[in-house]
């Protein structure tokens, strides 16, 4: 579940997020503690605890006091305009580039995702 | 040279060497271990981990240099010891104990020690406490200490190789409770290790010890993503790395496979572009080829 090469507290904060995005986690209810986080990742509490903050810090949860972290009203369609903000760089571009390495053309490449956009 | 010591350093080590005769285990090592941190002590056979440990818990005397555990000199002081515990490898025992003794004398060494916690680890770890102690295998002997070093709850907790022995089931309860329990009362601990990768996500700090000196000395999260491997066409791949540091080169035929420091998204985007592939190096490798040892010098987990 924890990859190389990204910080894990990212990777948490991403696990986090898409959670919310696909209502695994709906908003006003509560996530997972920071040490029940660290068990099921098996990961440093602390670690995981700065990925759970990133995500306090830009408003995604919030802090109950006593009792939890909560997720933010309207905190899915926010994380929904940044990924797809991010759908370009992270999709897009790395799609592009192995396209035309295989000189597949843009007609092509549009003719595959409608073709596969339609697949049940 | 003096260094300030910072507030929520539980050791402080300065200037220290250790010199057995001519060999010299520890060379003017500097180094602090921060309080409520889970720290790994990595490095290959006979780098000086143990040695730098011995002197922490006052088992030995350095040559030079001074060393400070909770702010004070650690030798011969019961003060400081009594909070400081330390499994290594192969702890000795009494020629006539059996298991349960071990248990009925750890609360006398440790103050915070948790017998219910202490019986939980006995049953998870399936330790018959009835054998003599010198009729158990390796694995449980190493069983014995892990479930000390973990219900005495000492403010510092060394684990020098704990699990000698102890198979991949019995590896990953330890990791679990340990983490489960530095959740719940968290306290300072070094964890020595060769099974790199099996601690690496446990760990807040990383220290690397070579040949008696400090290579590495970094948070955890720093480190990740710190080297990158580059791979492909062998001149492509010369390229890219033409007036970069290379900690690592392999190839074959055509193709080469090198390791390098941190790339910024540009340079990424560029080796992307250049057709290259970019792979993570994990703690692991990424010890193996700061220490200049071949990949056989460390077990590979399973």
């Known amino acids: 579940m924890i990859e190389e090469g990204k910080p894990i507290f990212v990777q948490i904060a991403e696990q986090i997020e898409n959670d919310v995005i696909d209502g695994a986690i709906e908003e006003e209810t509560q996530v997972p503690s920071t040490n029940e986080f660290a068990a099921f990742y098996r990961i440093n509490p602390a670690t995981a605890g700065k990925g759970v903050n990133r995500l306090v810090e830009d408003g995604t949860l919030y802090k109950k006091r006593g009792i939890g972290m909560f997720v933010a009203a309207g905190a899915r369609e926010r994380l929904l305009a940044k990924r797809r903000g991010e759908f370009r760089a992270e999709y897009l571009e790395p799609l592009l580039a192995e396209a035309a390495k295989l000189s597949i053309t843009t007609d092509q490449l549009t003719d595959m995702i409608r073709t596969e956009g339609t697949q049940p | ?302």
């Open chain 2, 1 to 302: 040279m003096t260094h300030p010591i910072a507030p929520d350093a539980v050791v402080h080590v300065s200037g220290l060497t250790k010199r057995f005769g001519s060999f010299t285990a520890l060379d003017s090592v500097d180094v602090t271990i921060t309080r409520d941190k889970i720290h790994g002590l990595l490095g290959r056979n006979g780098a000086g981990k143990t040695t730098l440990m011995q002197l922490i818990t006052a088992q030995d005397f350095p040559t030079h240099g001074d060393v400070r555990v909770f702010g004070e000199t650690p030798m011969e002081n019961a003060g400081v010891l009594r909070h400081v515990c330390f499994i290594k490898e192969s702890q000795k025992y009494p020629e006539d104990w059996r298991v349960k003794h071990v248990f009925a004398s750890a609360p006398h060494f440790f103050e915070n020690w948790d017998a219910d916690f202490a019986e939980r680890l006995i049953a998870d770890f399936r330790l018959p406490t009835r054998r003599p102690i010198k009729k158990l295998s390796r694995g449980q002997l190493s069983a014995i200490g892990v479930i000390v070093g973990l219900a005495s709850r000492a403010p510092l907790t060394f684990f020098d190789e704990p699990y000698l022995g102890l198979d991949a089931v019995a590896r990953q309860t330890f990791y679990d409770r340990l983490l489960e329990d530095y959740a719940d009362h968290p306290r300072t601990v070094v964890l020595s290790t060769h099974l790199i990768d099996e601690v690496a996500n446990l760990l807040e700090h990383v220290i690397v010890i070579d040949e008696g000196r400090i290579l590495i000395d970094s948070a955890a999260d720093d480190l990740r993503g710190s080297a990158t491997t580059v791979v492909g066409m062998r001149r492509v791949v010369d390229a890219f790395v033409a007036d970069r540091e290379v900690l690592h080169r392999d190839g074959v035929g055509g193709l080469a496979s090198v390791t390098v420091g941190r790339l910024d998204d540009a340079e990424r985007r560029a080796a992307l572009e250049a057709g290259l592939e970019l792979s993570p190096v994990s703690l692991q490798q990424l010890v193996v080829h700061r220490t200049h040892a071949g990949s056989a010098a460390f077990e590979v987990s399973a």
